[in-house]
């Protein structure tokens, strides 16, 4: 059971150095540059604490000659002297012309122990973010604990070199209606769409080669009516989601079973942690979801819509939430720039 709490204290850890560590290569073996960001940092809640910790750290400044940039997340939980719950968590990074943040990854804590059975921790593929991840960058990780031992963070990024797919990007957020588990969009009943609108109008630059749609989805709550086997809403309840283009149903999301009880992260006792939920794991990385967009609609607006599965909540068990971000990315051997969405 979590509490409803609207006070979130950002607590900043200012201008961090980080290190590189240049990897040795061999004939067959790419260079990969690894930036050491958050180390070993704290996120709780209670008196003097923050659910978040925020920095900002240098990476390459070149990056035309990288072909992927993997985030790594080390959940650091000796002794079991974290908290002891599943809780929502995610990575930020700063646009620097914008001023907004971007979610890079987003995954869920472990129930009483941390992800030390992975030898790096999680590994989040965020080239998607490679415009917006060079030189002096702000980060911010978060995690939706309402504890005081809360959990301790070690965040690294390894940019390898290679040829790019293509020579330039751009990515911009749809919408991001993912602060934390509560502050999603409402499931099942009627909400503000001034506060959460699921509708835009996009246009993909012209000079695009290649564009799609980045979503990152998971549901909470144990709202009722359940499903069969006591399937809650939206934690538990199996469910489509689709992405409307001009009006037609176009893309679909299903957020259904991903093999919980197969997490090698198998070490969660006493935790409920081997019950598959919808599109989600405790101890895994929530996956992100790619759509292509057909070169069609490349150069001129197109109107966009994100829409839930019909479903009405009976009120029985509180309330469902679904946390999404979803991101136009665009690419081009070409300058290119972001897509605007209005």
């Known amino acids: 059971m979590k509490k409803i709490i609207t006070l979130l204290l950002i607590a900043s850890i200012g201008m961090v150095s980080c290190k590189e560590d240049d990897k040795p290569t061999t004939e067959n073996q790419p260079k990969v540059t690894t930036v050491k960001t958050f180390d070993n940092i704290k996120v709780a809640f209670g008196d003097g604490l923050s659910q978040s910790a925020e920095g900002t750290f240098t990476f390459p400044t070149n990056l035309e000659n990288v072909k992927t940039i993997k985030m790594f997340i080390k959940d650091i939980c000796p002794n079991k002297e974290c908290d002891e719950w599943d809780r929502y968590a995610n990575v930020y990074a700063k646009d620097k012309t914008t001023g907004v943040w971007y979610e890079i990854g987003r995954f869920i804590n472990p129930y009483w122990v941390g992800n030390e059975k992975l030898e790096r921790g999680y590994e989040v593929d965020v080239t998607d973010f490679k415009s917006i991840l060079s030189g002096a960058t702000e980060l911010k990780i978060y995690t939706e604990t ?73 549901g909470w709550g144990h709202a009722t009516p359940n499903d069969n086997g006591g399937r809650g809403c939206a934690e538990w309840c199996y469910r489509t989601h689709h992405i409307n283009i001009n009006g037609s149903q176009t893309f679909a999301h299903e957020l259904n079973a991903l093999g919980c009880a197969q997490n090698p992260i198998n070490n969660q006792a006493p935790g409920n942690w081997k019950p598959d939920r919808a599109g989600w794991c405790p101890g895994m990385v929530v996956p992100a979801r790619f759509n292509n967009i057909q070169k069609s609609l490349f150069g001129s607006a197109f109107d966009f819509e994100y829409v839930f599965e019909n479903w009405t909540n009976d009120n029985g068990n509180g309330n469902a939430f679904y946390a999404i971000s979803t991101f136009v990315v665009v690419k081009s051997n070409s300058a290119i720039e972001k897509p605007t969405i209005n």
């Open 146 to 218: 309402w504890l005081a031992k809360g959990r301790k963070y070690s965040v690294e990024f390894d940019f390898t070199e290679g040829t790019p797919d293509y020579k330039y990007s751009a990515v911009i957020p749809v919408f991001q209606y993912n602060k934390s588990s509560i502050d999603g969009v409402p499931y099942g009943k009627t909400f503000d769409t001034d506060k959460f609108d699921l509708t835009k109008q996009i246009t993909i630059p012209a000079a695009a080669e290649v564009a799609y749609f980045r979503t990152t989805i998971s």
